[in-house]
């Protein structure tokens, strides 16, 4: 089986430009969430979609968006780029959502450079 | 607030010692459920370990182990016997759902690495 799939893989925007980072969970999982991790952090939470709608959504600035559609699959979109926006772009799938879920299963991640 | 710490930024050990990775959190709700990642150098997380906050039974999984205890708010993790293929970045995390809302608060995580 196939697990988390993340695309593009690496990828290079200027300030101001817009990205969006596609994310393909486990079959039959259900919930995806979205996660950024600057080098040397630990990952941020961003996003949360169940269903296809939202279920909970980190400190992030309103020019990050997401959204999943019926076969799961999920977007993230980042608006007006900021050179703090470098960073890996991680997505998980879990079965449900909540703390019930049990584990997270990561993607490779999108790793995103602003220059 | 919710908060994961991982104080120790970085270890280095020799092949075949023990290790262990401390995490302490904080949270205000009394169900909460924590994890163990690690986080090989090709940067996808890999689940090790969940506990939820009614479950301080400590457990052995081969070569880890981990050690709960709700009275200090610390959920540890020790490899015994390391490899060199134990380096890596170990992430610990803390998962609640407040009013239904999901949240998930990782830690700034500990790089291990394991000399040959």
């Known amino acids: 089986d196939a697990g988390v799939t993340q695309s593009p893989t690496h990828l290079i925007k200027t300030r101001g430009q817009h990205v969006t980072l596609r994310c393909s969970p486990i079959s039959g999982h259900k919930s995806v969430s979205w996660y950024q991790q600057v080098l040397g952090q630990g990952p941020q939470f961003i996003f949360q979609?169940?269903?296809?709608?939202?279920?909970g959504r980190g400190n992030f600035p309103d020019r990050f968006s997401a959204r999943q559609f019926p076969n799961y699959s999920s977007e993230l979109n980042v608006n007006a780029l900021l050179l703090g926006d470098s960073a890996l772009y991680l997505c998980?799938?879990?079965?449900?959502?909540?703390?019930?879920?049990?584990?997270?299963?990561f993607g490779e991640g999108s790793r995103l450079t602003v220059l | 607030a919710q908060k994961v710490t991982q104080a120790q930024t970085e270890i280095s050990v020799v092949e075949k010692e023990d290790v262990t990775l401390d995490c302490v959190y904080e949270t205000r709700d009394t169900t909460y459920y924590l994890f163990w990642y690690k986080q090989p150098p090709s940067g996808e997380l890999v689940f090790l370990i969940r506990?939820?906050?009614?479950?301080?039974q400590n457990e052995i999984s081969g070569r880890y182990s981990w050690n709960f205890q709700k009275s200090t708010s610390s959920f540890n993790f020790t490899i015994t016997a390391s490899q060199v293929v134990d380096s890596a970045v170990y992430f610990c995390a803390l998962s609640e759902v407040t009013s239904g809302t999901y949240k998930y608060i990782f830690g700034t995580g500990t790089r291990l690495k394991v000399l040959a």
């Open positions: 979609y169940y269903e296809k709608e939202e279920r």
């Open positions: 506990r939820n906050s009614f479950d301080e």
């Open positions: 998980a799938s879990s079965l449900r959502t909540g703390a019930r879920t049990g584990e997270l299963f």
